[in-house]
């Protein structure tokens, strides 16, 4: 009996060992690309129109939850992304954790081929925290989809990798800052990748110039600057990628 405990116990740790080294071997570039096909180029201002959440709701799939309240926001945002029309996704209010934060199911990951994968945007709505003021409740409808279009940047990236290639981004993403910043960075450029540059570019205004936020961003610019995209920077990307038509910063 103590034989057959050692021995499955041993056959563990090998396991455990083996999966190790799969994930430590994987290179990761925390770099996000470019969509290789022409995306749909949204108005400059999405606000003050009126949406037809069915036809949204006909074009992204039925596989994509809506957060209570930002409906049309996040519904938006997910049509921008044509390429995750077959992909589950959630968007869940939740009481506490990060402002923002794009997961997954964990065990979906383990299911051979991508289609069972299930990823989760958390959307923090607690109340009377020092995030109240960038909490998706609290950002202009322009900011809301350009943020929401960050996050579903990153489950691009996560759904092109393998279950071992997520492993490593995740390691890497905890040890490195420079990783982290990179993607981060990079992942702002997704909504301008897009067609969703001037709502991002919205987002990151507000954030950092809105009277709302003038006392978080004090607290926080450091991090923000270091792992987003300021509003110039934002501006500058979206020129780059516009070409002749340039734009101003409107405020
Ligand atoms: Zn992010």
Redesign the pocket.
Known sequence: MIKLIIKIFLTIIALVLILAAAVFFQEVDPKQVKPGFTPHQFADTLANHTYDLDSLKAIIGDNKGLPEGFEIAAAIAYSAYPQLKDVNIDMILQPEGAP???TFNIWTLFIPGKKHRQYRILLNDAEKTFFDPILLRSLPFDAQVGILA??L??VVYYHQLNLFEIGKWGLNYLESDEFRAT??RS??LMPVYHGLGSQIYQYAYFVRKDSSCLEFFKGAQGFMDK??MTDIELLEAMNNQRGSHLFQNAH
Do not use: N, Q, V
């Open positions: 923002m934060e794009s960050h996050e940047g990153h993607h981060e992942t702002d792992y987003y």
